[in-house]
């Protein structure tokens, strides 16, 4: 059975379709349940302008990454919360920051 896009993105991958999956999105690395990456910007400005440009990525996708800054450094943690795992929806994600 194929199961319609949006929901197709939602479900569980399994270990190797997360390893397949994050050699897909060069600077991430497994967390855990999760992927994260981290950037060191010039400044906090800077920082803070690449928040935004994630902010308006993921409120676009409806997934929204961990977020954690300090000064020039952020980190992002991607996970589908509610499904207590990785899924496709975070590797499309990571994609789309990584074009950032």
């Known amino acids: 059975m194929v199961l319609p896009e949006p929901v197709a993105r939602r479900v569980l991958l399994s270990e ?3 390893a397949a999956r994050l050699r897909e999105v060069p ?3 497994r967390a ?3 992927i ?3 950037w060191t910007f010039r400044d906090f400005s800077e920082a803070l ?3 935004n440009k994630v902010g308006a990525l993921s409120e676009a996708m409806n997934h929204h990454p961990d977020i954690a ?3 020039a450094t952020v980190r992002l943690t991607l996970t589908t919360h509610d499904k207590g795992g990785l899924t496709n929806l975070d590797f499309d994600l ?3 920051i990584n074009g950032l």
Do not use: C, Q
Request: proline share 0%; glycine share 10%.
């Open 49 to 51: 302008a690449f928040i």
């Open 36 to 38: 994260e990456r981290t």
């Open 32 to 34: 855990g349940k999760a």
């Open 16 to 18: 190797n379709e997360v």
């Open 27 to 29: 600077g991430w690395s």
């Open 94 to 96: 990571a994609n789309k």
């Open 69 to 71: 800054n300090s000064w």
